[in-house]
C-alpha cells in the first residue's frame, strides 16, 4: 500500500506564496502519477495538477502561471509551489497517487490520497 501525508498548509495573504509538501511512503513502485486536488465547501473535488513518473506536468486553467508541481524522488516528496495566491485558492487541498495518467483531473482515476492540509488566503 502507500501513504501520503501533506503538510505546509495554513493562512497567507492574498498576492502571497504558499509551498505544500506530500511525504509519499510505502510500496511507490506502484505509482505513476501523482497530484494535487483542492476542495473548497460546497464544491467538487478539483484536479490543481499532476506530474508523472515522465516528469510531464499539466494544471489547471485557473492556476496555471501561479501554481507549480514538481517532485524529488530521492526524497520521496511531492510539492506544490503556490504563488499570487487569491482567496478563491481558499480549500482543503489534497495529494493523490495512481497507478496510470488520463485524465488526471477526475479523482476517481486515484488509488491513494492524503489526509489533507488547510489553505486559507485572506
Known amino acids: 500500500d502507500v501513504q501520503l501525508v501533506e503538510s505546509g498548509g495554513g493562512s497567507a495573504l492574498a498576492g502571497g506564496s504558499v509551498r505544500l509538501a506530500c511525504a509519499v511512503s510505502?510500496?511507490?513502485?506502484?505509482?505513476?502519477?501523482l497530484a494535487w486536488f483542492r476542495q473548497a465547501p460546497g464544491k467538487e473535488r478539483e484536479g490543481v495538477a499532476t506530474?508523472?513518473?515522465?516528469?510531464?506536468?499539466d494544471y489547471a486553467d485557473s492556476v496555471k502561471g501561479r501554481f507549480t508541481i514538481s517532485k524529488v524522488n530521492a526524497k520521496n516528496t511531492l510539492y506544490l509551489q503556490m504563488n499570487s495566491l487569491k482567496p478563491e485558492d481558499t480549500a482543503m487541498y489534497y495529494c493523490?497517487?495512481?497507478?496510470?495518467?488520463?485524465?488526471?483531473?477526475?479523482?476517481?482515476?486515484?488509488?491513494?490520497w492524503g489526509q489533507g492540509t488547510q489553505v486559507t488566503v485572506s
Open positions: 510505502g510500496y511507490t513502485d506502484s505509482i505513476y502519477v
Open positions: 493523490a497517487a495512481g497507478a496510470c495518467g488520463g485524465r488526471w483531473y477526475e479523482p476517481s482515476r486515484y488509488n491513494y
Open positions: 506530474i508523472t513518473g515522465r516528469d510531464t506536468t
